[in-house]
């Protein structure tokens, strides 16, 4: 960005420029070059779903919904949160309808975070991470994810804490690495936050794409978090309709009342005629999530293979849309010149896993790539990064 567009920024914004997502989206546009960048489907959610949309907008649920969100969606999302992990929520007080996960995540450090507080995450981040910490006035404390495993280091993550720490702020699984998070490191993480009082938000976008037979486990099953944690999700994902912007923050009443009063000065409601829709969409039966999670662990395996084909080191992910590769077996160094070439070279958009990390030099040299894509455009995408070698 020029330094003239910036002349009125705040300084709490001062380090965040445009998202990478927009940067590189707009370049996809631009080339049309195949976007591999941002992690949206090529293809909508189910038909019936659209439908109940339809019919909510033609049914006259068209002004503001309640503030917390319609009661249908909360049980609806209750009911989820029992039938997939067992824990228990009062519709009313313990769950609060959001525009999105990225709004949940805004009012949940917005509402609950003191200036000068930290917060501790994982790089790479996903983006809105470090602009809300910093937007609410606390700091960020970083424990770096590396590749192959992206394992967390015990050490860095004690020595995270210290006693300005007001909460962890987890992904899994993770954006952009594709990890999710083992038993053993949420336990880890869960241990801290119970013997020093800390809070655990966490960011469960992608909790029904988890392949290989594992299982996610949201952190607020674990003994002594769920009266601790505030978790996150959103409909965006799971059903393939990243625009519609319906997400959620369940957990304990004072932790989602904070939540709610941040929410309010944000958006106030959300989404009215999408509601319905996704409390519907909610409980689809479980062919649903069973063949949308195959699907899109065929396609993982099938850009995987296009990506090792094209001469890249892959970091298989374990969970979500994306992979991240090592582009220094094509003798490249740099992640974000490599992007911003690839349009050129190869017609595809990738994103510079660089952008997600403060430490430059183990994020330089990885690019992410997103496999939500129709298996068609997956394979051209390969043909065509094939003859970067
Ligand atoms: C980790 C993570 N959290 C949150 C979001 C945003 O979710 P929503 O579209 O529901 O706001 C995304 C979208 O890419 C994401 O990857």
Not at 178 to 194: N, S, W, Y
Not at 198 to 216: C, K, M, N, P, S
Not at 249 to 275: C, D, E, W
């Amino acid at each position: 960005m020029a330094t003239t567009e910036r002349a009125f920024l705040s300084t709490k914004l001062a380090e965040f420029g445009t998202t990478i997502f927009a940067e590189m989206s707009a370049l996809a546009a631009r080339t049309g070059a195949i976007n591999l960048g941002q992690g949206f489907p090529d293809t909508d959610g189910p038909e019936e779903i659209v439908e109940a949309a339809v019919e909510a907008l033609r049914g006259g649920q068209n002004q503001y919904p309640p503030g917390p969100g319609i009661p249908a969606l909360r049980e609806a999302v209750a009911a989820h949160q029992r039938r997939f992990y067992g824990l228990e929520l009062d519709p009313d007080g313990e769950v609060l309808i959001t525009t999105g996960a990225t709004e949940a995540i805004a009012a949940a450090l917005l509402g609950l975070c003191e200036p000068g507080d930290e917060v501790i995450t994982f790089e790479p981040y996903y983006d809105s991470y470090a602009a809300c910490i910093a937007l609410s006035g606390a700091t960020r404390r970083l424990v770096t994810l590396r590749p192959p495993g992206y394992a967390v280091d015990p050490d860095a993550l004690a020595a995270a804490f210290t006693s300005r720490t007001r909460a962890v702020l987890l992904n899994s699984p993770h954006n952009p690495t594709g990890k999710v998070f083992t038993r053993q490191e949420l336990d880890l993480i869960a241990a801290h936050c119970r013997e020093r009082g800390v809070l655990a938000i966490t960011d469960e976008v992608y909790e029904h794409l988890v392949f290989d037979g594992r299982a996610h486990v949201p952190l607020a099953t674990l003994p002594g978090m769920a009266e601790r944690t505030l978790t996150i999700s959103s409909a965006g994902k799971t059903f393939s309709f990243t625009g519609w912007k319906i997400g959620w923050a369940t957990g304990p009443r004072a932790l989602v009342s904070a939540v709610q009063t941040a929410k309010q000065y944000l958006t106030y409601v959300s989404g009215a005629p999408f509601q319905p829709a996704i409390a519907q969409a909610l409980g689809l039966p479980d062919a649903y999530f069973e063949s949308f999670r195959a699907e899109l662990q065929a396609k993982r395996d099938r850009l995987c293979a296009g990506l090792e084909m094209a001469g890249l080191e892959v970091f298989r992910p374990d969970g979500t849309y994306f992979v991240t590769t090592d582009i220094r077996p094509l003798g490249e160094e740099d992640g974000h010149v490599f992007c911003l070439r690839l349009p050129e070279r190869a017609g595809v958009v990738a994103v510079p896993t660089v952008v997600f990390y403060d430490d430059k030099d183990v994020g330089r040299p990885l690019v992410r790539f997103a496999f939500c894509k129709r298996d068609a455009v997956i394979d051209e995408a390969a043909a065509r990064l094939s003859r970067l070698g």
